[in-house]
């Protein structure tokens, strides 16, 4: 059972766009929303995280939206440049000392920022 | 630079052969788990170790086993090797239920 669903596939974006990526999630449990940022060769790095308890955080160029209700969450990349071109996945967890480490990733969206 | 080394990089071996691979954390991450990630997929969770003990499994079979070592070291072993367990192993650490959780590069292995 796939419990983060994660739009788009494929986002290509000129540079200087804003790159939208969404995800919705079932499992009401979650209080835990990472995204991960990964380049070809290397293992996933995390980019911005989110608790349900607030509705949106910024950090520098990324923000990530969160709406409780509809249990979804977006990530938002102002003026995307060449070197965004990365998978990115978004994930969600229960925090804690047995399952903090135990992410349920969506299926990722390739992005491609065109120069 | 995560602090999370994983060995060998690549690994070529065949149906039915086991395998171990090799995840190396930072001093103190006391809990690392195991990912697999399929070509184009995102990550699966396999199993977590906290303080050498495994407290949380995924959907894998008991086949895909672990150990995690007091010098904050850890392996991931696969028995009976199949072809569909071809993938990118990746370790993940973490100190604390509340820290951020670091990734390794990971092991492509392939199964022929």
């Known amino acids: 059972q796939q419990q983060v669903k994660q739009s788009p596939q494929s986002l290509i974006v000129q540079k200087g766009g804003i790159s939208i990526i969404n995800c919705a999630y079932e499992?009401?449990?979650?209080?835990?929303f990472p995204w991960y940022q990964q380049f070809p060769g290397k293992g996933p790095a995390l980019l911005i995280a989110?608790?349900?308890?607030?509705s949106e955080k910024k950090e520098g160029r990324f923000t990530i939206s969160f709406n409780k209700s509809a249990k979804q969450f977006s990530l938002h990349i102002m003026d995307s440049q060449p070197g965004d071109s990365a998978t990115y996945f978004c994930?969600?967890?229960?925090?804690?000392?047995?399952?903090?480490?135990?992410?349920?990733f969506g299926e990722g969206t390739q992005l491609t920022v065109n120069p | 630079e995560t602090g999370v080394t994983q060995s060998p990089t690549h690994l070529i071996k065949t149906r039915g052969q086991q395998v171990t691979l090799r995840c190396s954390s930072q001093?103190?991450?006391?809990?690392v788990s195991w990912y697999q990630q399929a070509l184009g997929q995102g990550p699966q969770f396999i199993f977590q170790?906290?303080?050498?003990?495994?407290?949380g499994r995924g959907n894998f079979p008991p086949r895909f086993s672990g150990l995690q070592f007091p010098n904050y070291s850890s392996e991931l072993n696969v028995n009976a090797l199949e072809l569909d367990d071809s993938a990118l192993y990746l370790c993940?650490?973490?100190?604390?239920?509340?820290?951020?959780?670091?990734f390794g590069s990971g092991t492509q292995l392939s199964v022929l």
């Open positions: 993940a650490s973490r100190q604390g239920p509340f820290g951020k959780l670091f």
């Open positions: 499992n009401t449990a979650f209080d835990y």
């Open positions: 989110i608790r349900p308890d607030v």
């Open positions: 994930a969600a967890s229960m925090l804690g000392e047995t399952s903090g480490s135990r992410l349920t």
């Open positions: 001093s103190g991450h006391n809990t």
């Open positions: 170790y906290y303080r050498e003990e495994e407290n």
